[in-house]
């Protein structure tokens, strides 16, 4: 007697193939990764935004966002030193050498200072620690030519306009739904047409004047969704469980783009501007003479106050 199984296959449920969310195929995220950094500065180039926000990307221009990777050339370095001495000293980490890192290496950093890196290959992670390290070579040894290429390119990778008006324009993806690939998210205007070839609609961002926008990068502390969690910036956890419970009740925005009078030249302590509306500093002194003037020296006591006028703790990022 022959004796058959029959095996059928179980239909596959969904969102075994696919992550949760309607709309998330159609972000600029979920396109293909991609495999250079040319590719992924394309993905976000802001070049068409010029021509009819000349001003507001001559603000951002000169802002921290504009050059969120490279920095003054420190923050480069800094993810350098996070490999050197972090995850090359790390037991379990993968990496033994600049090769080895991937994009979930660098999202320690990146998540804030490159958030879009997550939609590009371990490829383009090797490219930028490459890069870095390759420009730190090139400025040690004076080789000017070979440094201002590698900064250029290390420039390209930024906080722009796409990553702020598309990309992490809606927090709460489920409730408002995804950012569309053809849409740009502003503080007004609700769905109305917009003059561009690829981004042919403008919609209200419901979170774009709200401190929670801001809170995607300047954050809350330690990073648990990371394998290896980081502990950053603090400044959204600060506002919202010290300045707000106090009664405050002003938005980054408003501190940061309108009272500053910088718009989208967003700045911290760098800028007078920022950090003399951040502290107010109050001195009092009085001279001490005593009475034997063959041996006087000068001497004073000082007392200064300094009182935080931040809406969170400063330090901080």
């Given at each position: ?32 990764k991609a495999?250079?950094i ?54 379990a980490?993968?990496v ?43 400025y ?28 992490n324009?809606?927090?709460h ?5 995804y ?99 951040a ?31 931040a ?7």
């Amino acid at each position: 007697m022959i004796t058959g199984i029959l095996v059928v296959a179980a239909p596959a449920l969904a969102g075994d193939d696919h992550p949760a969310g309607i709309g998330r195929d159609q972000t600029l995220a979920a396109r293909f990764k991609a495999k250079t950094i040319a590719e992924l500065v394309a993905r976000y180039d802001s070049e068409s935004c010029i021509e009819c926000h000349e001003e507001a990307h001559e603000q951002w221009s000169e802002s921290a966002h504009s050059r969120s990777l490279f920095g003054t050339g420190r923050t480069a370095l800094t993810f350098r030193t996070a490999i050197l001495n972090g995850l090359m000293t790390w037991k379990a980490s993968g990496v033994e050498e600049l090769k080895d890192v991937r994009v979930e290496h660098l999202m320690g950093c990146a998540k804030c200072h490159l958030p879009q890196l997550a939609d590009a290959t371990d490829d383009v992670a090797r490219e930028i620690v490459e890069s870095i390290d390759a420009w730190r070579t090139a400025y040690l040894d004076e080789d000017d030519d070979k440094a201002d290429e590698l900064e250029e390119t290390l420039l390209s990778l930024n906080i722009n306009c796409l990553v702020c008006h598309n990309r992490n324009a809606i927090t709460h993806k489920w409730t408002d739904g995804y950012p569309r690939t053809d849409t740009v998210y502003g503080l007004a205007g609700g769905d109305i047409a917009h003059e561009d070839e690829t981004f042919s609609r403008k919609e209200t961002s419901p979170i774009m004047g709200a401190s929670i926008f801001c809170g995607q990068c300047h954050g809350e502390g330690p990073n648990f969704e990371l394998e290896n969690p980081t502990q950053c910036a603090t400044a959204y956890g600060s506002y919202l469980f010290a300045y707000i419970p106090e009664g405050g009740h002003k938005t980054c925005q408003q501190c940061h783009m309108e009272e500053s009078g910088l718009g989208h030249n967003m700045q911290s302590y760098r800028a007078k501007v920022m950090s003399d509306k951040a502290v107010a500093m109050e001195v009092t002194t009085q001279a001490v003479v005593w009475r034997d003037v063959s041996t006087m020296r000068p001497k004073a006591t000082v007392e200064i106050d300094l009182t935080n006028q931040a809406g969170h703790g400063i330090p901080d990022g």
